[in-house]
C-alpha cells in the first residue's frame, strides 16, 4: 500500500469538502470581510435558553441521558408537532439527535443503500447531495422551474422521476431558494410518494421563516403513515451551536432510527438538551423578533440584488436566503464567486454547490446585519459596474 488515501472509500474520495465553506475560509485572513454564506443567525441564543443550560450543568445534569432524548423534551415536542403542524406523534415517535443533520443522516443509514434512488428537488441543501454520494446512492433530481422572479415545481417531470425512489427529499421552506411551496403543491407530492411506496422526508427546519403569507403544510399531517418529519433548534432559536435537533417517524421504524442514531452518537448532549426544553417552553417572543428582522433584512437585500445590472432574482419567501442569477458574468460560478471575494472580500457561496440546476447562481444569506448586507451590496455593484466591459 502507497498511502493511507488508498482506503478510503470511492465514494468519499470523490467528493469535496462543502462550498458553502470554502469561499469563507479564503476571506477569514480580512479584517474587512463580509459573510453572506453560511446560514448562521446572527442573534444571540435568547438568555432564558442560557440560563436552563447554566442550571442543568449546575444541578449534575451531566451524564447520558435516554437515548432518543430526554423524555420531556420529547414530550414537549410532540406538543409542539401537534400545535404547530398538526402531526400526531407520541413521544415514543421522537428522537433528539446532533442537529437536524445528524437526523438526516440516521435516516439515510437505516434507508438507503448503494445504488438505491433518492429524489431531490433542486437546487437543495447541499448535505442531501452529499449524503447520497456518501451511501453510494443514485440521485434522481427534480429542477425546480426558475421563472426569474419565482420557482415553481415541476410535477410532471416528478412523476417521471419519484419510480421507484426510496426517499423523497422536501425542505419547505427551501434552502437555497427561499421558496415556499404552495398546499397543492406539496399535496400533489404526498400522493405521487404514497402512490409509488416512498418515503417522505419533510426538513422543516425553516418554518418559523416563512414571509410568504402562504400556510405551511406538513406531509405528516396528511401521511403520517408515510413521512419522517425532520426539524431542530438552530435556526427558530438562533442554537446553531448547540447541536439539537428532532425527528418523528412512524411508529414501525422507530426501532430502526434509534438503533442507528444511538450506534453513531449514544446521545445528544444532556446540557444542550436541558436548554431546548426551555426554548420551547419558555416566552416565544425572541423567535419573532428575529424573524420580522429576518423579514426587514429580506427586503433590504432583496431590493439591493434586484438593482444590480443583468441579475434576475426570486424573491425569498422563506428561509434565511436569497438565489440570484448572476450567470450574465460567466456560468462557472465557483469561478465568479472566488473573484467576487477576491475583489471584494465579500463571501458568497456558488449556486452550483446546491446541485446542477444551481449553475450561474450565488447564495447570499440574509441572516447578518443590515450593515453588512448594505456594504455588500454597494461592493458588488462597484464590482460589477467597473469590471462589466471585462466580461
Ligand atoms: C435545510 C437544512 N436542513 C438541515 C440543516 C442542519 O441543521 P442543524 O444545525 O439542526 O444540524 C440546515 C443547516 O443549514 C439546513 O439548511
Redesign the pocket.
Known amino acids: 500500500m502507497e498511502s493511507l488515501e488508498e482506503w478510503v472509500l470511492p465514494q468519499i474520495k470523490h467528493m469535496t469538502f462543502t462550498g458553502?465553506w470554502r469561499v469563507t475560509l479564503m476571506l477569514s485572513n480580512y479584517k474587512d470581510s463580509v459573510y453572506l454564506s453560511?446560514?448562521?443567525p446572527d442573534f444571540d441564543t435568547p438568555p432564558n435558553v442560557i440560563k436552563a443550560a447554566e442550571d442543568a450543568m449546575k444541578n449534575g445534569k451531566t451524564h447520558y441521558v435516554d437515548p432518543s432524548g430526554l423524555k420531556e423534551l420529547r414530550e414537549e415536542i410532540s406538543k409542539k408537532l401537534k400545535r404547530d403542524n398538526s402531526i400526531e406523534a407520541s413521544p415514543d415517535q421522537v428522537i433528539v439527535?446532533?442537529?437536524?443533520?445528524?437526523?438526516?443522516a440516521t435516516v439515510f443509514q437505516a434507508f438507503v443503500s448503494v445504488g438505491d434512488k433518492v429524489t431531490v428537488f433542486t437546487p437543495a441543501?447541499s448535505?442531501?447531495l452529499d449524503l447520497i454520494q456518501m451511501r453510494g446512492a443514485r440521485l434522481s433530481a427534480v429542477n425546480l422551474i426558475d421563472e426569474g422572479d419565482r420557482f415553481r415545481v415541476d410535477l410532471e417531470k416528478l412523476k417521471e422521476s419519484i419510480t421507484g425512489s426510496k426517499l423523497i427529499i422536501l425542505?419547505n421552506p427551501?434552502?437555497?431558494t427561499g421558496y415556499v411551496m404552495n398546499d397543492e403543491e406539496i399535496r400533489a407530492i404526498v400522493d405521487l410518494a404514497v402512490e409509488h411506496g416512498t418515503i417522505i422526508v419533510s426538513?422543516e427546519?425553516?418554518e418559523k421563516m416563512n414571509y410568504s403569507g402562504k400556510r405551511l403544510l406538513s406531509p405528516a399531517s396528511i401521511a403520517p403513515e408515510n413521512t419522517i418529519t425532520?426539524?431542530?433548534?438552530?435556526?427558530a432559536y438562533a442554537?446553531?451551536g448547540w447541536?439539537?435537533?428532532y425527528l418523528a417517524a412512524p411508529k414501525e421504524v422507530m426501532e430502526a432510527l434509534k438503533i442507528v442514531h444511538h450506534t453513531n452518537v449514544i446521545s445528544a448532549s444532556s446540557i444542550s438538551q436541558y436548554a431546548a426544553l426551555e426554548a420551547l417552553r419558555g416566552p416565544q417572543d425572541s423567535v419573532k423578533k428575529m424573524v420580522s428582522e429576518y423579514a426587514r433584512r429580506m427586503e433590504l437585500l432583496y431590493g439591493g440584488l434586484k438593482r444590480l445590472p443583468n441579475v434576475r432574482v426570486a424573491k425569498p419567501e422563506g428561509?434565511i436566503y436569497a438565489f440570484p442569477d448572476f450567470s450574465f458574468y460567466g456560468k462557472d460560478d465557483d469561478e465568479f464567486s472566488v473573484r467576487l471575494a477576491r475583489a471584494t472580500h465579500v463571501a458568497t457561496v456558488p449556486g452550483s454547490t446546491f446541485g446542477e440546476a444551481g449553475r450561474g447562481h450565488l447564495r447570499f444569506t440574509f441572516a447578518a446585519s443590515p450593515e453588512s448586507i448594505r456594504t455588500a451590496l454597494s461592493r458588488i455593484e462597484e464590482f460589477l459596474s467597473s469590471k462589466s466591459d471585462a466580461y
Open positions: 458553502i453560511t446560514g448562521e439527535p446532533v442537529g437536524a443533520e445528524e437526523a438526516l441543501y448535505l442531501y425542505n427551501s434552502n437555497p426538513d427546519i425553516y425532520i426539524n431542530g433548534f438552530s435556526k442554537m446553531t447541536r439539537i435537533g428561509a
